[in-house]
């Protein structure tokens, strides 16, 4: 007679159905029906992949954030321009009308340099350490005062700097010119000296860079002096090689209301969807040097209310509201962006709560199910121990008798 065993059924069946309690258990505890990749793979899959959206979703919603927010701050600069830009048309227009005394016209000039030296304010405005108007080049200032002459660091009667003297290798040196709004730039080769230096300037004038009469010359102290002789615009020079030393403004000749832009013409882009990325900057020369050249018709302004006709005059206010207009089109430009950034961030946070309950769906388990659930599984494992139970004591002599 033949006796097949029936524990390891028994032994099998206990196994299972204490495995579904435990897997009933978890499910409870935790609200999810998957907590293991093998407890439902394309589930598991298609959560790793809803996880990484939201990630990326939330970096999106961090940069709209923070972009926003210093955007915002860039349009308020705006706002500080075109109201100093309206002040200036309306002192200008005033004094331009011929029954003004000649204290009245000057408190007009006043007025127009005052809007003037506010808008350089804006325009070196800052939003946690990084300036709004300076392109890529955002840790400095953007605009500064021009001066007629600048004198190096370094050279003195007991040792003067010469034509000789020796640059330091990799070592640039630049010219911003307020007149043609351009940069010259120079970097020392190996080899060059304040000589070459000189040359380079000397080409920069000839070919338009630089203000026609704009040199550079040893002084009677011994010191490398780069000076030009446009009296209404004005240089900045600045250099970071160790033989010249810092170049510094020679006292008395700061050109009254003449700035130079010292930042540039990047346009810094911030990415804030999966192909959507947003430019977050207006470079201070393309708002206030080219173009209607906001600082320029404010200068041309001044100097006609100082000396000119009312012909003059009128031409220089007809300008400056040239320059309020293009001031307002690039505004519209920045307010247009901050819009779709706050359109893009309401997207984002739907998207969020659209993924959220997506991946509820995938992995989640409603709390009445896996009470249920758990119920089933403990009920079948006690019918299961139940069998053991009566089974288990059963011996070969029951079987042979």
């Known amino acids: 007679m033949r006796v097949t065993s029936i524990i390891p059924g028994i032994e099998f069946n206990m196994q299972q159905t204490e495995q579904a309690v435990a897997t009933a258990v978890q499910q409870l505890s935790t609200g999810q029906r998957v907590n293991q990749p093998s407890d439902d793979p394309a589930a598991a899959g298609a959560m790793v992949r809803s996880l990484a959206a939201s990630s990326n979703i939330d970096q999106y919603t961090s940069n709209v954030s923070s972009v926003l927010a210093q955007m915002q701050t860039a349009d308020s600069s705006i706002g500080n321009m075109v109201s100093a830009l309206n002040s200036a048309i309306a002192a200008g227009t005033a004094g331009g009308n011929g029954t003004y005394s000649a204290a009245e016209v000057q408190s007009c000039i006043t007025q127009v340099q005052n809007a003037l030296a506010n808008i350089i304010s804006a325009a070196n405005a800052s939003y946690q350490g990084v300036y709004l108007f300076g392109g890529s080049a955002n840790t400095a200032a953007p605009f500064a005062a021009a001066s007629a002459a600048y004198v190096s660091g370094n050279g003195s009667a007991s040792s003067p700097l010469s034509a000789a003297t020796a640059l330091t290798a990799g070592s640039v040196t630049t010219i911003n010119d307020a007149a043609t709004g351009q940069t010259f730039s120079f970097t020392a080769a190996a080899g060059d000296t304040i000589g070459t230096l000189e040359a380079a300037i000397s080409s920069a004038v000839s070919a338009g860079t630089l203000s026609a009469g704009t040199t550079a010359l040893i ?38 209301d003449a700035y130079v832009y010292l930042g540039n013409n990047t346009i810094n882009q911030v990415q804030v969807g999966e192909s959507l990325s947003v430019a977050i900057n207006l470079p201070g020369g393309q708002l206030l040097t080219q173009g209607a050249n906001v600082i320029g018709s404010l200068g041309n302004l001044i ?10 005059i009128g031409d220089a206010v007809n300008a400056v509201t040239g320059s309020l207009n293009y001031v307002n089109r690039q505004r519209t430009s920045l307010d247009n962006t901050i819009a779709n950034l706050n359109s893009q961030e309401s997207y984002l946070s739907k998207e969020k709560i659209t993924l959220a309950s997506q991946q509820t769906t995938l992995i989640g388990i409603d709390p009445a199910q896996a009470a249920e659930n758990l119920s089933q599984a403990e009920l079948a494992h006690d019918t299961v121990l139940a069998a053991a139970a009566k089974a288990l004591p059963v011996t070969l002599l029951d079987y042979l008798h």
């Open 303 to 312: 100097h006609a209310l100082q000396s000119g006709t009312a012909q003059q």
């Open 219 to 256: 002084n009677a102290s011994g010191q490398l002096e780069i000076a030009t002789n446009n009296s209404s615009n004005g240089i900045v020079v600045r250099t970071n090689d160790a033989a010249l030393g810092a170049m510094n403004a020679l006292a008395g000749t700061q050109v009254p």
